[in-house]
């Protein structure tokens, strides 16, 4: 998720910085097979555990049998997602959806949800078991590691007001993202604040018999829409059976991930060779917490609803002191499911 300031670009401006700054695209491999449709999927970020239904879908033929020739590409955040998507540099993106609905509302950039993956947001507080924290007011007092950007501590007053924290108690310390979970696990800080899906690493790297807790925002009151894939609308419009195909192979390939983690992660690690298996295979299992599947199997896996869109759109406008509105309903469908 990016801060209100980043997001104030119109879309002229995302297109002229991406143009004119010739923003680079990760390295790394492109993966691809011989289909009649050509298109670039690009990933929120480095490819790790939680990204295996991708590599799954096109491994297993989900994409190819759809006529699908569909290229993986590593992404370097949520801005140069978006402006990757605005400048036709990929078809679809693995990204944020209340990014999407800030830009959308703020200059009018007609980007579509077209599935909703983490349908629990995985912002996540940090902290060890030893410090004696037990319930979120406990940080009251206490100093949190962030880095600049980062959503979970966007958000984090959302998550104090539903946990009745103080904020004027908690103190903050800016930090580069690869020294946030060392800072934690040296006592520099009490807490900390990224993604769910950092708590195998950090628990690995945990000195002999410390243990890692950690309160999940939308475990604890703050639940919204997470990352989804995404396509502009107007792509959509001249092509939506391809759209169609896409998103019915990706969503294969999530569920074919969720019965089969340690293939999937198999898989992946063909594509991803320097990937930790181990950490990759407790990833998948995070990822069954937040795609969050209805058991009673009335709604398609990814499908959203307006109250909830509505529930982010609100979240969004509030905590990121967002200008401008637009019809939720807008924003999303759920057409490309079935």
Same mark, same amino acid.
């Given at each position: 998720m990016i801060n209100d300031r980043q997001l104030s670009a119109s879309r002229r401006k995302f297109l002229a910085q991406t143009v004119g700054a010739g923003v680079a695209l990760a390295a790394g491999p492109r993966f691809a097979r011989a289909a009649a449709e050509k298109m670039t999927f690009q990933l929120d970020w480095i490819a %790790?555990?939680?990204?295996?239904?991708? %590599?799954?879908?096109? @491994? *297993?033929g989900f994409y190819a049998k759809r006529d699908l020739d569909v290229t993986i590409q590593q992404g370097t955040g949520t801005l140069q997602g978006l402006r990757t998507l605005v400048a036709g540099q990929a078809q679809f993106i693995f990204n944020d959806i209340?990014?999407?609905m800030v830009l959308r509302a703020r200059d009018n950039v007609k980007i579509k949800a077209l599935a909703c993956i983490f349908q629990k947001a995985p912002h996540t507080l940090f902290y060890l078991k030893s410090s004696g924290i037990v319930k979120p007011k406990d940080f009251e007092g206490k $100093?949190?590691?962030?880095?600049?950007? #980062?959503?979970p501590r966007l958000i984090f007053p959302a998550f104090a007001q539903a946990n009745g924290i103080d904020e004027s108690k908690v103190s903050w310390l800016s930090v580069d993202p690869n020294s946030k979970n060392a800072m934690l696990l040296n006592r520099n800080t009490e807490g900390?604040? =990224?993604y769910i899906f950092t708590i195998p690493i950090l628990q690995k790297a945990a000195p002999a018999g410390e243990e890692v807790g950690a309160f999940v925002y939308s475990d604890w009151g703050v639940d919204f829409y997470s990352n989804g894939?995404?396509?502009? @609308?107007? %792509?959509?419009? *001249?092509?939506?059976a391809v759209a *169609?195909?896409?998103?019915?192979a990706t969503m294969e390939g999530v569920e074919y991930t969720l019965a089969n983690a340690? @293939?999937?992660? =198999?898989?992946?690690? $063909?594509y991803q060779p320097q990937m930790d298996e181990g950490a990759a295979v407790k990833e998948v299992a995070i990822l069954h917490d937040l795609i969050a599947a209805d058991p009673t199997k009335k709604t398609r896996l990814g499908s959203m609803t307006r @109250? $909830?869109?509505?529930? =982010?759109?609100?979240?969004?406008? *509030? %905590?990121? #002191?967002? $200008?401008?509105?637009f019809g939720v309903e807008e924003a999303f469908t759920n057409d490309y499911l079935s």
């Open positions: %790790y555990g939680r990204h295996a239904p991708f %590599y799954v879908a096109l @491994e *297993k209340g990014s999407m $100093k949190i590691a962030f880095s600049p950007g #980062d959503s900390m604040v =990224t894939l995404l396509v502009m @609308e107007d %792509y959509l419009a *001249k092509n939506p *169609k195909r896409f998103v019915q340690q @293939e999937a992660v =198999t898989i992946m690690k $063909k @109250e $909830k869109m509505q529930q =982010t759109a609100d979240l969004m406008a *509030k %905590y990121l #002191d967002l $200008k401008g509105s």
